[in-house]
């Protein structure tokens, strides 16, 4: 058989094998794929959507910003709660109903005591001048001015409806350094009023002379750097704070004040704790 015979050959017997094989190959390749289109759509579907999270783009450039300063009880009307019936467990006697008019009764009968304490015990035809009525702008026990301002030692205070242990607590006060104003006194009681008009008596062993002020109004306060409305500001008070008075002249809108670590300027308008045209030093 000759070279071009035997080559010949060869090829026509490779031809339908190579066919086949590309047949072959081309079927696999068509199944293969539908399988994985297959296996895809159902890791598609089996598997949970993860969402990715963009990263924040709104964080706001890092500023100078003015402090703010809150009351720590959410303002003033959080610095005192009413007595629980057990805060009165041990008071004796007839319990003198807890209403302002009891505390004004309790004033009324401190006032009388007083009043019968100074007078004489008996007149006769040489019986002594009467000695001069208790002068209302004084103190009875300490001959300070009244009314005056001073401040709660304690964390918490009691506040009585008369000038005496035996007399049931009313209010307990929560907040040291409270400004409170006192309008009388009977031997080591004071009846002090706060903010809110609020009256009853409190031991004097559970006050302080220091100076303090309360922020009023609904509206954030400006502690400026000096008296002057333009002037940068320190800090933002917001109502209820509670700062101590540094300074105050005569006449002045202005009161040099601490808040914490700030200090700065206040108008006087703007707070509780002093009276009208008060100087105060320090």
């Known amino acids: 058989m000759s070279g071009d015979c035997m080559h010949s050959r060869l090829m026509s017997f490779d031809l339908p094998v190579l066919k086949r094989s590309a047949r072959d190959v081309l079927l696999a390749a068509f199944y293969a794929g539908s399988v994985l289109g297959v296996g895809d759509a159902a890791y598609a579907q089996g598997s949970p959507a993860v969402k990715h999270t963009p990263p924040s783009h709104h964080h706001k450039a890092t500023t100078h910003k003015t402090p703010v300063v809150s009351p720590p009880h959410h303002g003033a009307s959080g610095d005192k709660v009413k007595a629980s019936p057990s805060a009165n467990a041990h008071a004796t006697g007839k319990h003198v109903p807890k209403t ?62 008369g000038p005496d242990t035996r007399y049931p607590i009313e209010w307990v006060y929560k907040r040291r350094e409270l400004p409170v104003e006192i309008v009388r006194e009977f031997q080591v009681w004071r009846l002090v009023q706060d903010q809110e008009g609020v009256k009853g008596w409190v031991h004097q062993a559970t006050l302080t002379g220091r100076r303090t002020f309360l922020t009023l109004g609904q509206n954030p306060v400006t502690l400026r750097r000096r008296a002057d409305d333009e002037s940068s500001a320190v800090a933002i008070l917001k109502p209820g704070v509670v700062g101590r008075i540094q300074d105050c002249e005569a006449k002045s809108e202005w009161c040099q004040v601490q808040v914490k670590s700030y200090r700065g300027y206040l108008r006087r308008s703007t707070m509780w704790g002093l009276l009208p045209d008060e100087v105060i030093t320090h």
């Open 100 to 161: 302002a008019a009891a505390a004004a009764a309790g004033a009324a009968t401190a006032g009388a005591a007083a009043a019968t304490a100074a007078a004489p015990a008996a007149e006769d035809k040489n019986a002594k001048p009467k000695p001069t009525p208790p002068d209302p702008h004084k103190g009875s026990a300490t001959g300070l001015p009244i009314p005056r301002f001073a401040a709660l030692r304690a964390d918490e205070v009691n506040m009585r409806v």
